[in-house]
């Protein structure tokens, strides 16, 4: 994992960094997972780089990737995203779908200030129009910089309770995420 392992914040973990230069001069293969859902995995790397961290992008796993190697495999690469950040680089090669073209997703995220009536309206409708649904994480709340705030959870069960369907989740601790 990274936030709360390897940082705190801004902050580097004591020692997190001489454990990761460790592993390389030992040959040791490893990789970092994180649940975060608002940041591309090259934005991740960027920052684990300020930090003093020598982490390579393709290290790093995240929901986002787990979601768009689930599409590829279905053959359905037609989405509608409801995150917030950057995140949404992570799906390169895959169709974003437009407001009145129907897509094979609803892929929910970290959606902050995005989810609006209208945000969810909109993947409620695709949804009931026969969208499958892809939630890239479920957890309730996260530890902002100032204070508890809302995570992808409280959207996803509103999406469902509305539909009536059940979202795949992508991100930890789904089997879905540790088996691709």
Not at 48 to 67: C, E, K, R, V, Y
Not at 97 to 113: E, N, Q, S
């Amino acid at each position: 994992d990274l936030d709360g392992v390897l940082y705190v914040g801004n902050t580097p973990i004591e020692g997190a960094r001489e454990a990761i230069a460790f592993l390389k001069k030992q040959g040791y293969a490893f990789r970092c997972v994180s649940n975060t859902t608002r940041k591309c995995r090259q934005t991740i790397a960027a920052r684990l780089s300020l930090m003093g961290f020598d982490i390579p992008a393709d290290h790093i796993f995240t929901p986002p990737l787990a979601a768009v190697s689930h599409m590829k495999r279905s053959g359905k690469t037609g989405y509608h995203l409801l995150a917030t950040g950057d995140v949404e680089k992570d799906f390169s090669g895959l169709k974003r779908t437009g407001y009145g073209t129907k897509p094979d997703w609803v892929v929910v995220g970290d959606a902050g200030d995005n989810v609006t009536y209208g945000s969810l309206n909109t993947a409620f409708r695709f949804l009931m129009d026969g969208a499958e649904f892809l939630a890239l994480e479920n957890d309730r709340y996260w530890m902002a910089a100032d204070g508890l705030s809302l995570s992808a959870g409280p959207v996803v069960r509103a999406l469902e309770y509305a539909s009536g369907k059940t979202a795949l989740v992508m991100g930890k601790p789904s089997t879905a995420f540790f088996s691709l």
